[in-house]
């Protein structure tokens, strides 16, 4: 049964949740004394909610479960799902589609990492490649739709997609309540934005429970920061940051939610990402990619600290996939 | 109340994790289905007893907190205690010493690794420096003593140590029954083997189990693997390995235990460590020393597969500390 695109709204995402959930890990809610200590933010617990645990190595698996369980008709299953994307959401496009045996076409830029090409390949997805531009990926995906039917799946501007990744907090909510902490004694929820659909989807999820959100962007990719403070989305901004996850600007539903609902966004520069990924290695031992170290990074920043915001902190790592065969951004700096 | 020796069985390993309990984490027991799938294991689970996340980053916290808190007499907690160490068991020394507010010398090679120095010296212990050799640490470990009252606090050639680092064993029954696995039906733990505190501690502890224990050690350094298949302990074997944390000859008192529980010990190559170490921290998102992930290493080894064993599959990851500053060896390679 084909489902009606879902409302903005805290419902659709308990929906999606009860969709999703068995397809997907809830990942853990990480806590670190050390690095508690070394941010000098006094006594506020820091909590990290690994979605680089999550399956396919990210958030975004959420998204894409989502929409093929829900948003592909019995009748247009044979001609599977397709989308554009260099990092992220086609891995986990590619895992998704296999989880119903449908196909699933990829365009992949030429310059995307061996490593992000080779694990959509390990899950059984068909990739195009294309010139490394926006106008290339848009033309080579019209054409491969064309040639099979495939549905596009975007990666964070269509409702879907939104409501997927804002399951996220609902697991943090039951984490955190597990842990004895009461929900309106959080201090804040930080959130990394690239397209924003993370971030517009833990702003809808949040909003009930009245916890400060918060979004992290890098200095280099701040068209999100840029947009809201002045007031109006910002386009033809030319990213430069190692933070590839970020790099696209935020998307035209994304962009008022985030506007309406986050109490502001913080940029931090690319020493302090670096700083973060490895902190993050080196004390908690786990891969995060420096997308999402960048919550991290924003918390340690001194921005975060002038807010002055008591009480423990979330911060969602938002995915842990980085090519191994290059040395960390740190190590050659 | 100075507590007597520990008798060398299961009964003591269970009043160490008593005593050690509050202080240390129970790390978790991580699965990974793409993991399974890459070994040829067939459909034997791998089960990861993550080490590296205990506290200090390693194992040895276990033994370090047991000798601490169970072998230091009231009169001598004034004195301290000391070792020599140029890794984990010197900031778990400290770390434990810290539990207690008590004093902690070091006697560190001073071809350490700023990582490890600067992790011990975090902890509060006074560190000294000597020449990389035995017999200089030994020299300057008596000079240490003489001046300060310290206790010595053996790595692992001794009681405390073994029974302490054995508690790791008890942690995983636990584990592995909340997983609905029976004790019974585990094809084997794979231990990795330097001194040899871990794996005899695991050999007396899982013996009531019927669990088959095997070492794991690289061929490099294969002092407990060629001791096993000549009856004879080793002496004077020169490592060379890329797992420091394997470079020790197995002790003197662990020797004979490991001798009569072990099913075998594996060897592996140092491009086994490499690749298994990069899978660890590509799949599991887990940052894993060299040393620790010599146990997965000889599970995904042709030696283990010929074994044919059938059942899940306990690794221990033993520890987590790496020097960030470095390439990993396989982007060197």
Same mark, same amino acid.
């Given at each position: 049964?084909?489902?009606?695109?879902?409302?903005?709204?805290?419902?659709?995402?308990?929906?999606?949740?009860?969709?999703?959930?068995?397809?997907?890990?809830?990942?853990?809610?990480?806590?670190?004394?050390?690095?508690?200590?070394?941010?000098?933010?006094?006594?506020?617990?820091?909590?990290?909610?690994?979605?680089?645990?999550?399956?396919?190595?990210?958030?975004?698996?959420?998204?894409?479960?989502?929409?093929?369980?829900?948003?592909?008709?019995?009748?247009?299953?044979?001609?599977?799902?397709?989308?554009?994307?260099?990092?992220?959401?086609?891995?986990?496009?590619?895992?998704?589609?296999?989880?119903?045996?449908?196909?699933?076409?990829?365009?992949?830029?030429?310059?995307?990492?061996?490593?992000?090409?080779?694990?959509?390949?390990?899950?059984?997805?068909?990739?195009?490649?294309?010139?490394?531009?926006?106008?290339?990926?848009?033309?080579?995906?019209?054409?491969?739709?064309?040639?099979?039917?495939?549905?596009?799946?975007?990666?964070?501007?269509?409702?879907?997609?939104?409501?997927?990744?804002?399951?996220?907090?609902?697991?943090?909510?039951?984490?955190?309540?597990?842990?004895?902490?009461?929900?309106?004694?959080?201090?804040?929820?930080?959130?990394?934005?690239?397209?924003?659909?993370?971030? &517009?989807?833990? /702003?809808?999820?949040?909003? *009930? %429970? $009245? #916890?400060? !959100?918060? +979004?992290?962007? =890098?200095?280099? &990719?701040?068209? /999100?920061?840029?947009?809201? *403070? %002045? $007031? #109006?989305? !910002?386009? +033809?901004?030319? =990213?430069?940051?190692?933070?590839?996850?970020?790099?696209?600007?935020?998307?035209?539903?994304?962009?008022?939610?985030?506007?309406?609902?986050?109490?502001?966004?913080?940029?931090?520069?690319?020493?302090?990402?670096?700083?973060?990924?490895?902190?993050?290695?080196?004390?908690?031992?786990?891969?995060?990619?420096?997308?999402?170290?960048?919550?991290?990074?924003?918390?340690?920043?001194?921005?975060?600290?002038?807010?002055?915001?008591?009480?423990?902190?979330?911060?969602?790592?938002?995915?842990?996939?980085?090519?191994?065969?290059?040395?960390?951004?740190?190590?050659?700096?």
């Amino acid at each position: 049964m084909p489902h009606p695109v879902p409302s903005l709204t805290r419902d659709s995402i308990q929906r999606a949740h009860t969709t999703i959930q068995p397809y997907i890990h809830q990942t853990p809610l990480l806590t670190s004394r050390s690095l508690t200590a070394s941010t000098g933010q006094g006594n506020n617990q820091l909590l990290f909610k690994a979605e680089n645990l999550q399956k396919g190595g990210a958030f975004k698996a959420r998204g894409a479960f989502f929409n093929v369980h829900d948003g592909i008709k019995e009748e247009e299953r044979q001609g599977g799902v397709c989308t554009h994307s260099s990092g992220n959401h086609a891995g986990c496009l590619a895992l998704a589609s296999r989880s119903l045996q449908i196909p699933c076409h990829l365009v992949m830029p030429s310059n995307s990492s061996p490593a992000k090409i080779s694990a959509s390949r390990s899950y059984g997805a068909n990739i195009t490649f294309c010139e490394p531009t926006a106008p290339a990926r848009q033309a080579m995906l019209e054409k491969v739709q064309k040639k099979t039917g495939a549905i596009f799946v975007p990666p964070y501007d269509a409702e879907r997609t939104i409501v997927g990744q804002g399951t996220v907090w609902l697991e943090v909510e039951a984490q955190v309540r597990a842990m004895g902490i009461r929900l309106e004694d959080l201090g804040a929820v930080v959130v990394p934005v690239g397209g924003g659909g993370l971030l &517009a989807g833990v /702003c809808i999820a949040a909003e *009930a %429970s $009245g #916890v400060p !959100v918060y +979004g992290a962007e =890098p200095a280099g &990719a701040d068209d /999100c920061a840029r947009g809201i *403070a %002045s $007031g #109006v989305r !910002v386009e +033809g901004l030319v =990213p430069n940051t190692i933070a590839d996850g970020l790099r696209t600007p935020v998307g035209v539903l994304n962009f008022p939610i985030i506007k309406k609902h986050v109490k502001g966004i913080l940029t931090v520069t690319e020493t302090e990402i670096l700083t973060a990924q490895r902190l993050l290695l080196e004390r908690l031992k786990t891969l995060v990619e420096p997308s999402g170290a960048v919550s991290f990074a924003a918390v340690r920043s001194e921005g975060f600290q002038r807010l002055g915001i008591k009480g423990p902190v979330v911060m969602v790592l938002s995915g842990g996939n980085v090519d191994l065969e290059k040395p960390f951004g740190w190590m050659t700096e």
